[in-house]
């Protein structure tokens, strides 16, 4: 069965540089949600959309914007890294309103490494 | 607004023993709990949920799970651990009254099972 395909796998960007990752979910899932996990640390909710409008916005730094394409594949754009921004990255989807609650299906995840 | 609560950062236990990971919630309208799974430098696996139903929860690789209203807790358990069981466990919930809102982690448990 398909899973959520996140890219790139690992990413090494320098203090300032700006970073995309990329999310793909599980085909009519309609819901993406992104989490930041920093080492040692519990996953903390970023931002999610439903049906590519922003839905949910947890602590999302003003460096860091996403948006859900008419495809339904999500990006998270981080400008002027900074070296607290190295983390795990975690993509998720699922149907909205509790239609096929699973949970949510995480992705592999990005590991962003900011020099 | 949710939160979890696990009040152990680790639990040690021998191989063939039953383990237990404990977590507490808290949440305004209706508990949908889970817990998953992370091995070191991977994504988050799901192991089981509780959304309704039967208190006793049983999930993946033998490891189930009970709901307890009065307690706010879903503790963890299996009654025979593996070394492979090692790995950092998250316990979650998210209100089931409130759409797609998002997963709210608790900060982890790390098991280690002794062979």
């Known amino acids: 069965a398909a899973g959520v395909i996140q890219s790139p796998r690992h990413l090494i960007k320098e203090k300032r540089e700006t970073a995309t990752l990329k999310c793909y979910p599980i085909?009519?899932?309609?819901?993406v949600y992104w989490y930041q996990q920093g080492p040692g640390q519990d996953p903390q909710f970023l931002i999610s959309?439903?049906?590519?409008?922003?839905?949910d916005k947890g602590s999302i730094p003003d460096r860091f914007s996403a948006q859900q394409f008419s495809d339904y594949h999500s990006e998270l754009n981080m400008s002027s890294l900074e070296l607290g921004d190295s983390a795990l990255y975690f993509c998720?989807?699922?149907?909205?309103?509790?239609?096929?609650?699973?949970?949510?299906?995480f992705g592999s995840g990005t590991r962003l490494t900011v020099v | 607004a949710q939160s979890v609560a696990q009040p152990e950062d680790q639990v040690n236990v021998a191989e063939g023993n039953p383990l237990t990971v404990k977590c507490t919630y808290s949440v305004s309208g209706n508990p949908y709990l889970f817990w998953y799974v992370q091995y070191p430098n991977r994504g988050l696996q799901f192991l089981l949920k509780?959304?309704?139903?039967?208190?006793l929860v049983k999930g993946s690789y033998g490891f189930e799970a009970e709901f307890n209203k009065s307690q706010t807790s879903f503790h963890l358990k299996k009654p025979s651990a593996l070394v492979s069981d090692s790995a950092l466990y998250f316990c979650a919930v998210r209100d089931g009254n409130s759409g797609n809102t998002p997963l709210v982690f608790g900060k982890g448990t790390r098991l280690s099972v002794i062979a």
């Open positions: 998720a989807s699922s149907l909205a309103g509790g239609r096929e609650d699973y949970g949510y299906t």
């Open positions: 085909p009519r899932h309609d819901t």
């Open positions: 959309f439903y049906e590519k409008m922003q839905s």
């Open positions: 509780y959304i309704t139903g039967d208190n």
